[in-house]
C-alpha cells in the first residue's frame, strides 16, 4: 500500500508541476507581448520626435528665408524713399523753370509791343 501511495505522491507532484509549467508559460507570453507592445509603442513615439524635429528644421529654414525676403523688401523700400526725394528735387526744378519762362515770355512780348 506503501508503494500505491508513493505513485500517487509523484503522480501529484508531476501534475502541480505540470500546471505551474503551464502558467509560468502563460505569464512569460504575457511578458513578451506587453514587451513587445511596449517597444512598438516606444517606436512610434521615436518616429514622431524625429518627425516633429524635421517639422522644426523646416520651419526654421523657412524662417530664414522669410527674414531674408524681408530684409530685401526693406532695402528696396528705403531705394524708393531715395528715388521718391529725388524726383520730388527734379519736380521743384522744372516747376520753378517754367514759371521762369513763363516771367521771359511774359517780358518778350512786352519788349516786343
Do not use: P
Amino acid at each position: 500500500a506503501g508503494r500505491g501511495e508513493g505513485k500517487m505522491a509523484a503522480g501529484g507532484t508531476a501534475d502541480a508541476q505540470a500546471r505551474f509549467g503551464h502558467s509560468v508559460k502563460g505569464l512569460l507570453t504575457e511578458k513578451v507581448t506587453s514587451c513587445g507592445t511596449d517597444v512598438i509603442a516606444l517606436t512610434k513615439q521615436v518616429l514622431k520626435g524625429s518627425r516633429s524635429a524635421e517639422l522644426l528644421g523646416q520651419a526654421a529654414r523657412n524662417m530664414v528665408m522669410q527674414e531674408d525676403a524681408i530684409l530685401h523688401s526693406e532695402d528696396s523700400l528705403r531705394k524708393m524713399a531715395i528715388i521718391t526725394t529725388h524726383l520730388q528735387y527734379q519736380q521743384e526744378a522744372i516747376q520753378k523753370n517754367v514759371e521762369q519762362s513763363s516771367n521771359l515770355q511774359d517780358q518778350l512780348s512786352h519788349l516786343l509791343k
